[in-house]
């Protein structure tokens, strides 16, 4: 099989990300009833590179490596010639001759690309500055398992057009639901990618408005990794595009409400809205295992029969 990479949610068919989340749910289904005793990946291993920390991306794929009967080697940036002289085409050749697969999370999506064109061992994104797919993979996921398929229904993000954002976008355009983006002027999503996604997705900004009759609710941080300097310009533009039980309301009345995690409780949500039914952000964090299990497994083996 071809090397295959999962850079964002376009690298893969419609159909391939249907079967992704089935597998995934199988892969849960399993774990839970017979432990982990699926083990297809003796003895291979996953290079981590890690130049943005993060706890849920760690332990979520150095679990999968073990339970999947493989092994997981984290690298920091003091672990790398990444950005100290060595080109990144040539520490992806270097690693792919030692290493079965490789996970990067990282600020720049270009060297992303960059280092995945060298490569010739599949390459997941598990977060840049412009996409994270990995987590549109355990929401959607998330989704399905608690109300179907996604297909046709409405789904509203509040907040900065950011990369959570664009892997929304993208997402719309692959599971064909409906997206409402409600930003303040200013912070929309890039261009580029919103034209791309034609229909399916719309700006708004009120969000009493945005929220109406929507199936799910989602939003993320107001001032992402590397924009700490710019929180109080952000707090006072996003002032009143807080998620809270009282917006949630005017959603569907089984609406779900998710967060990728970490969330700054009394800045984009409510000080308790984490504490309500509708929000389901423990079992979407604990997806990202088993979203990213049925991802490396498809990437290193094809599609595996339920």
């Given at each position: 099989m071809a090397t295959r990479h999962f850079l964002t949610l376009l690298d893969l068919s419609q159909d391939e990300l249907r079967y992704l989340i089935q597998r995934a749910i199988a892969i849960k289904n399993g774990l839970k009833?017979?432990?982990?005793?699926?083990t297809p990946l003796p003895n291979r291993t996953m290079a981590m590179i890690f130049e943005k920390s993060s706890t849920r991306t760690r332990v979520s794929f150095e679990t999968a490596m073990a339970q999947f009967g493989g092994h997981a080697l984290f690298l920091s940036p003091r672990d790398t010639q990444l950005g100290r002289g060595e080109p990144i085409e040539d520490t992806a050749r270097v690693l792919a001759e030692m290493?079965?697969?490789?996970?990067?999370?990282?600020?720049?999506?270009?060297?992303?690309e960059t280092f995945a064109s060298a490569s010739s061992v599949p390459v997941i994104n598990a977060l840049s500055d412009d996409y994270h797919p990995c987590q549109l993979l355990a929401d959607v996921m998330t989704w399905t398992e608690l109300r179907g398929s996604p297909k046709g229904r409405v789904?509203?993000?509040?907040?900065?057009?950011?990369?959570?954002?664009?892997?929304?976008?993208?997402?719309?355009r692959q599971?064909?639901?409906?997206?409402?983006?409600?930003c303040p002027e200013g912070y929309e999503p890039r261009q580029d990618i919103l034209e791309a996604a034609g229909e399916c997705v719309s700006i708004h900004r009120d969000p009493t408005e945005a929220v109406k009759d929507a199936d799910l609710v989602t939003t993320d941080v107001w001032a992402s990794m590397g924009q700490e300097e710019e929180q109080a310009k952000r707090e006072a533009d996003f002032a009143g595009f807080q998620v809270t039980e009282t917006l949630?309301?005017?959603?569907?009345?089984?609406?779900?409400?998710?967060h990728c995690l970490p969330a700054h409780r009394g800045e984009e949500i409510s000080m308790t809205l984490l504490d309500d039914l509708r929000a389901v952000v423990w079992q979407e964090a604990g997806n990202?295992?088993?979203?990213?299990k049925a991802l490396i497994e498809f990437l290193l083996l094809g599609r595996v029969e339920s």
């Open positions: 009833t017979q432990g982990p005793t699926y290493v079965d697969i490789v996970m990067i999370r990282t600020f720049s999506h270009a060297g992303l789904a509203v993000w509040i907040g900065d057009g950011n990369n959570m954002c664009h892997s929304w976008i993208n997402a719309a599971f064909d639901f409906q997206l409402r983006i409600c949630l309301d005017l959603a569907k009345s089984d609406a779900l409400f998710l990202r295992l088993h979203a990213q």
